[in-house]
């Protein structure tokens, strides 16, 4: 029976969702070279906005990310290294952390606009560099005075570890009274819970209270208490015309901080003499000034806090798991250790798939070759016959290496690692490192490349990697050209034409951000614990993406096989020629009997050349093309529509929007490459 469903009462999600615009408003802060930067880039989008603090030159970033069904939307913030006695930039970046885009009675006398053109934060990130853990810890003192909830990102714990500083983090976060994460974020480690940690924290919007000054100095606090909040009339005048924790305003003035005692000054004149008086009279008691006493026990609560939770210790021994992270994760070697990923990918394409290819679908084709049918249901049958042996060669030799490889790297926790390394370059055109490893998938074939990016990015991002995937030449288009490039070429012109695809690839990535300009959230990208692989998820991983994408491919591939196949038998291929001529004659002056191999290349694209051969009659092309004609006809070969299956899987990928799209877009960057090529070749040869 099947499953009747109540419609009438919605869905209730038992948990806060943080989308739209109820999104998370989150700000990074922390001391100079804590790591902001490199925490926000980790898990920023590819674009993502800056913008000056009003009236000054220092920059805040900010873009929005999404983790899981929740969406936050991060800032970050000039270095702070103090919350007293700020000027400036730093001081409009506290306005920000206090305001938001809001200007309290006391702040609306100021020219400029409020600092930032957002609210403000939710919720901060204290960004500590644990090495240095002592001197970072005021700042959290003072940030718990500001009635936000905040989680410690305690950053760098690598460099602490060198040093042999051991935090017990466990007593840091029982002692400050807020979540604190270790992190490493240069490797990423520790970014996926931070950023779960703060989505929890704020899910159950529990604000720290200020931890106590110390006891010596709390009849000062109650006495400026008394005079700011005395009265109800006193309390909600300093309420409404600062719109600030009293504790961090109590604070601020038992500091004398400038800018806070300056808007006293101007909007509460009756308190100044009260607040002068504690001042002097705390001056003669104390032996030195109520300021100066009160920043003094701050750092002696910061030194003793870390003195309990700290411990120096030898460095310990290297761990496989910091061996590894320095052949993949390290700043400057980790790149090595995704280029010899890269090279093991090359390896694959170029040698273990070809060496499959050549033992199953090459075997398969010269064995039906022989089949030569002479009816329509024979042909029908000869068709279908081919597309099934092209879908055998790229499901054998391309398809599962390449994807049991993707499953492998994955498994085994490389991947992310190699995803995390090229990011930055990867920005540079638009897109997430994440799509690093399909991209180079793509050199064997285009469809699980593509199809691989369904499980690593979204919307824009997923729809960018894929178009761009479809110019990455797959093996079937690169044999084509090492074919006849290095026959006729040479290995400077395969090398140009390569060289040229590349450009492409680069020049189109900053094209398609510009025409999907949408700011795509930033992702958090998971570093996972080195595992080994387990045979079973690894094979049935592979064996899951495989089978899901040949559902797509081989109606497509079969039914494309005939509508070729009957549309040669009936005599079409003139037809095809001369409707063609436009293309290949006067666009690509190439001979118009090459229509029809171009056309048989969405096929699969190494059935053109045996197809050139064919039309033309011989191997050897020289005779009837140029060096500039088989230039021209490379080029276009190159970028020219995706084959049959790779339309498929984009299809299912990113839709028939965009897969149309592709289809178009490649003719036009095959037809203009190939056309300026053209053009260029022939207007310089006569110098040669
Ligand atoms: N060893 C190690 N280095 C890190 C880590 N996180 C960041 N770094 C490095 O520390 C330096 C400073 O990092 P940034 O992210 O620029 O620091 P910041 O807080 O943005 O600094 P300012 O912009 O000056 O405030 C950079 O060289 C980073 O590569 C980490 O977890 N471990
Ligand atoms: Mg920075």
Known sequence: MPQVFDTTHPLTFHRRLYRGDSRLRVALVGQHNSGKSTIFQAVASTHYRTGKLSGTNKSYAECPVQIGADEMHLVELPALHSLRGLTGADLEAMKYLLWGDERPLVSRHEQHDPPAPFPRPDILIHVIDASVLGRSLELTLELLELGLPVVVALNMMDEARRKGVVIDVEALSARLGIPVIPTVALKGHGLATLFDQVLSTARQAICPLPQPIGLPLQPWLQQMRHILYGSDACAEHTRTAFNLPADFLLMQLLEQDPYLGREVASHCPDLLPAIEALHKTAASELSRPLATEVEADRHQRAISMFESVATIMHRPATTTE???????????????????????????????????????????????SAWQPETATGIIGRAVADGLIGLIGIVIPYMLPLVLMLVL????????????????????????????????????????????????????????????????????????????????????????????????????????????????????????????????????????????????????????????????????????????????????????????????????????????????????????????????????????????????????????????????????????????????????????
């Open 322 to 368: 910091e061996r590894l992270d320095m052949f993949f994760l390290h700043p400057r070697w980790g790149l090595f250790g995704s280029l010899a990923v890269f090279a093991a990918i090359l390896f694959l394409v170029f040698e273990v798939s070809a060496t499959l290819d050549a033992l199953s679908a090459a075997r398969l084709a010269t064995w039906i």
């Open 409 to 688: 790297l994955e498994e085994t926790g490389i991947m992310q690692r190699i995803a995390f390394v090229v990011d930055r370059f990867f920005h540079a055109v638009g897109l997430h490192g994440k799509v690093a490893v399909p991209f180079l998938l793509g050199l064997g074939c285009n469809v699980p490349a593509i199809a691989a990016t369904r499980s690593l990015c979204h919307g824009r991002d997923r729809v960018i990697a894929s178009l761009l995937i479809t110019f990455v030449p797959c093996s079937a288009r690169s044999a084509v050209v090492l074919a006849l490039g290095a026959k006729y070429l040479g290995a400077a012109g395969v090398f140009a034409l390569f060289l040229l695809n590349l450009l492409i690839i680069a020049l189109l990535g900053r094209l398609l951000s510009h025409r999907y300009p949408e700011l795509s959230p930033g992702i958090i990208q998971e570093i996972p614990a080195y595992a080994w692989p387990r045979w079973h998820p690894l094979l049935a991983g592979t064996w899951q993406r495989t089978s899901d994408i040949l559902t797509i491919v081989t109606p497509l591939l079969v039914a494309g096989s005939i509508i070729l196949a009957l549309m040669q038998f009936a005599g079409m291929d003139q037809w095809i020629n001369t409707l063609l001529t436009p293309v290949t004659g006067w666009m690509l002056g190439l001979p118009v009997a090459m229509g029809v191999p171009i056309l048989f290349g969405v096929l699969r694209k190494e059935l053109s050349l045996a197809m050139i051969y064919q039309a033309l009659g011989t191997f050897e092309i020289t005779p009837l093309l140029d060096h500039i004609q088989i230039t021209t006809f490379l080029v276009f070969l190159l970028f020219y529509i995706p084959c049959v299956s790779t339309f498929a899987v984009m299809l299912k990928v990113i839709g028939r929007k965009e897969a149309l799209f592709s289809i178009i877009l490649s003719i036009g960057v095959a037809l203009i490459a190939a056309t300026c090529v053209r053009m260029l070749l022939t207007l310089s040869s006569p110098l040669f």
